[in-house]
């Protein structure tokens, strides 16, 4: 089913939830809970428990394509947190139950690495009894006891059981019914990915699914002899505010750990997250990141048999890092960026997230930041510029793109077209990716994007150019990925025809033409580019919904470890810096008590030493040729930077201040 469980109604997924079900029970609180799983599928007979489900640490799924195991959650790795575990299972046909009891035992420290796993047998078998006469059930359970659930302490939500179970279980083949008899109340577990394509159940809390302010659905991309993956992304919508506070939260955690929102799921399981860098900055989209709303989903089922291998560890710790993990990141990257919608939406998140600035304040900050890093030449002059030369002038707003009118479809279609006007080529250059638009009356059944022999449509385009992925046909709108083969010469012309065939009718088609131009010239890199935009965003702390600009997605309110952050994005350098941190206050209040005029100076001097250090963060970084391997420690290395700089900065304004220096003869002064 293409659609997932989202393609099905609230019944039939509470009627198929049955057969699988997760029952939380209290036992002795959050570090010893009971957690029961009942598969009524079709048990495991005495003869084969060891050689399948208690087979500990191996693999016993490698040849059997249709489980979902051998990259997924080892079913082994849930023992770690028990402290024992009773397993039964009675095979379908027969009368015969089969049952252990698994621990962990301790092995002596001087001559072992580590304890084991052992397990209940009777003369090297596990033990048996027979069903009650009549009795039809067949099946597995599987019961922990005193199952640590510490880091799950919350009733609904990211800190739940069953927010894990949504995040772990993306994309289920079918449904699970989860028992929570510790709050009491039952659900069904249906992946975050159906729930995001507006799969709703009892319990849920929104009646229609989530707010989106954009979906692209499933988009097909070619990785050669490596097969396909699948890439699609959801952007949701920015909480409302609530009683006259500012919105709040990163709507994102709600379906994906919101500091990796990028899931890579194999048969609907989840393999693997990572973080946002992708998205903040090799696509460019830090708002949309920083403010949670972006989720994308690279569904890994058509990669072939050798691809899985080489991406996926059978240690089921991590994906592998190599070629082909660089592969796909590329096209997701070229996906995202080539997206305009995108483009918008992360210009009006960044609107959203600013308050009104005095241009003439800007252009002051540019100029003395300038002077203190001691720029000269052409920089300078373009800080310097006046208003009327357009180069501080910030960009126009874009109003939000229309949303397209319906298409009303027909069966049989009666025309399909490449969006754009028929006069206009389209220019590609060698090895440049372009999207090309295509609207029809056709119903979706007119295209599958998973089998192209099964498809309606074609697209023709000569040995030029190249199909490296289409999307679905939904609503009658749908997309083609097309490339420039790398060898092809400038001034090369031809076509992009496409075509839709009608069974027992004649075939509709449409063509545009495209030549082959220069690539654009690589930036020199001993040409002095233009001084950035400076833009200074006071923050009044973990309340204000621009806080994660401060923390650099790291969820905590503790004002004493965060002091400032910093994008750049389109050439604007926006610099976020906390009104609450303990070093800026305890300055400023000295300040105002010593003489309050000098207050505003105060302010503006501690920007100015906090923009200087930005700018220079940023140059280290983007010419820096170490790749870091910890991302995390490179996060909590830069937040202490950021903490001693603000440190320094307060206490140097607040001297240059009593001193006489003030915000206006720093320029002369520098």
Known sequence: ?????????????????????????????WQSRILTVADRGIGIEPARMKDTILSLNESNKIQKHYLAGTYGQGGSSTLYFSKYVLIASRAYGTDRIAFTLVRYEELPADEYKTGRYVYLVDGGDVLSVNTKQGDPTHGTLIRHFGYDLSNYTSSIGPKSLYGALQRVMFDPVAPIRFENQVA???????GSRNALNGAVDQGDESARGPELDYHLPMF?????????????????????????KKPGGKPSRNFVDDAK???????????????????????DLPFLQTQGRLIVHIN????????KRLLFSSTREKSREGFLLNLI????????????????????????????????????????????LRVVGPALVDV?????????????????????EPIELRDPPTYIKIVGDKEDEISFYGGQRRYIRIETDANSHYHDPDDQKKSHINVAVGDDLKIFGTSPLRGG?????VQCKVEVATGTKGGIRVELYRPGQSTLSDERYYQVVDPPKPKDDNRKTAFPRIKMIPVDGPEDDRWAFVTDEIDDSDIRRHASGAEMSDGVLYVYYSTVFPRFVAERQRIEQHNPILSPSFKKRYELWLAVHALLMHDDQENSTDKISDEEAAKELSRQERCRLASIAAMVAAQEVKSGVNTEDAEDAA
């Open 300 to 307: 890994c089922d058509r990669l072939t048999a050798a691809a």
């Open 220 to 244: 097909n991309v070619s990785l050669g002899d490596h097969g396909a993956v699948g890439i699609e992304y959801w952007v949701l919508a920015r909480p409302e505010a609530k009683d006259g």
């Open 184 to 190: 009491g109340w039952n659900r069904t577990i249906k």
């Open 477 to 481: 709108r749908m997309r083609i990925g």
């Open 384 to 404: 310097g510029g006046s208003k009327t030369d357009g180069g501080n002038e910030p960009p126009k707003k874009r109003g939000p793109r229309a949303k397209p």
């Open 261 to 283: 929102p990028i899931v890579f799921t194999h048969n609907g399981q989840n393999q693997e997250e990572l973080t946002g860098r992708i998205i903040k900055k090799e696509a």
């Open 329 to 372: 990141e590329d096209e997701l990257i070229s996906i995202l960026k080539s997206d305009d919608e995108l483009r918008r939406l992360n210009e009006e998140a960044r609107e959203q997230s600013l308050k009104e600035q005095d241009d003439a304040a800007e252009r002051q900050m540019q100029r003395q930041v300038a002077k203190l």
């Open 1 to 29: 089913m293409k659609d997932g469980l989202s393609g099905v109604s609230a019944k039939e997924r509470q009627v198929l939830a049955l057969n699988t079900i997760v029952r939380l029970e209290p036992g002795e609180g």
